[in-house]
Each structure stands twice: as structure tokens, then as C-alpha cells.
């Protein structure tokens, strides 16, 4: 039996995206290991959650810009994490070539549609219901210098009811990715474990 891969979850919110996967990882049904959640506040809602939750948090503040890249990249690289996943982090994450292909994005709408700097939470969802279109859903992605740009891992989708608003899409679009992160998951430690 492999030991459980050990990944770092960065945050920007409260945190509901982490606390799905560890309860994946409680049910048994992901074999990986939440090694470091790392938030750039700590006031962020999901800080508390985490800790709560028995999980080390790391806060790498924004401020000074320059040196963030730098110090986030020291504080994986000390976590032992073998993958990153980018649990609504909305800050731009600078792959290059230490986490390439190790690095994946959930989104909350069907890529390539509707991503991109600014394109999160509430306002993706707005822009669905805008644009008229009678789908939606959710992309979990390889993460490369663009935002919501690289590779599709997979995609699940819902219908966008004639009289959602953007509340109501968005709580049926987290339900897919509550799937989704994990699916994808499978899929990229199948693909790590077989190459």
C-alpha cells in the first residue's frame, strides 16, 4: 500500500474546498495527506476552520509582494507537499518550473469560458447567468503561468436554471466541485504513481 501523497492546499477564503477533501481523506477515499494549508491573512475565515480542523496553516503574507513568490515556494518546499491545489486562491501562484505539472485549480465555471484575472466566486457566476447560457459547472485544471488557463483534468456540469441568481448557481456548481477535487485528484496521483 503507497503511502498517502502529501499535498499543500493554498486558500483565500473560508476554506470550504480544504475541509472537503479532508473529508475525503477521513471517509477513506483519498489517499493523500494535507501536509500545509498556507493563507496570506489570517483573518480569512477559512484559517480558523482549518486549525479547527486539526490541519497546520501557514500564513505568507502579501505584503512585501516582491518576495512572496519566494517565501510561499520556501514554505512548500519545507511542507514536503508533492502536489499544490489552489483552494479558491485567488492570488496569481508562480508555477515555473519546480511546480510544473504538480500544481491544479478548481473554477467555478466551464473553462475556458469565464475565467481569468477578477473572474471568481460571485462574479463568475453573475457573468454566467448574464451571458444568457444554460450551463454551467466547474474545471479542475493543471495550473500554469496564466490565470485559469492549462490543462483540463475534468469538467462537471449543471443546468442553469431561468430563475437562479447567482447564490443558487453557485451553491449547485459547489456541489459538482465537491466531486470534482477529488475525481481529479484520483486522476493526477493514478497518473504520478503509473509514469
Not at 475565515?45 to 513568490?69: F, Q
Not at 469565464?114 to 444568457?132: D, L, N, Q, T
Not at 437562479?164 to 456548481?173: G, I, P, S, Y
Request: a negative charge; glycine letters at 10%; aromatic letters at 4%.
Amino acid at each position: 500500500m503507497n503511502a498517502p501523497t502529501p499535498i499543500a492546499a493554498l486558500i483565500s477564503g473560508g476554506g470550504r474546498t480544504v475541509l472537503n477533501l479532508a473529508d475525503e481523506i477521513d471517509a477513506g477515499n483519498l489517499p493523500i495527506r494535507i501536509s500545509r494549508v498556507v493563507a496570506h491573512r489570517e483573518s480569512l475565515a477559512g484559517v480558523a476552520r482549518c486549525r479547527d480542523r486539526g490541519l497546520e496553516v501557514t500564513i505568507v503574507p502579501k505584503d512585501p509582494a516582491e518576495t512572496m513568490d519566494d517565501r510561499l515556494d520556501e514554505v512548500l518546499l519545507e511542507s514536503g507537499a508533492e502536489l499544490i491545489c489552489l483552494c479558491g486562491y485567488l492570488r496569481h501562484f508562480r508555477v515555473g518550473e519546480r511546480w510544473a505539472g504538480r500544481t491544479i485549480n478548481i473554477h467555478p465555471a466551464l473553462l475556458p469560458d469565464f475565467g481569468g484575472k477578477g473572474m471568481y466566486g460571485a462574479h463568475v457566476h453573475r457573468a454566467v447567468i448574464e451571458s444568457g447560457r444554460r450551463e454551467s459547472g466547474c474545471t479542475v485544471h493543471f495550473v500554469d503561468e496564466e490565470y485559469d488557463h492549462g490543462p483540463t483534468i475534468l469538467q462537471k456540469r449543471c443546468v442553469v436554471h431561468p430563475d437562479d441568481d447567482h447564490e443558487t448557481l453557485a451553491a449547485r456548481v459547489f456541489a459538482l466541485e465537491c466531486d470534482a477535487f477529488p475525481e481529479a485528484l484520483q486522476q493526477v496521483l493514478l497518473g504520478m504513481r503509473t509514469s
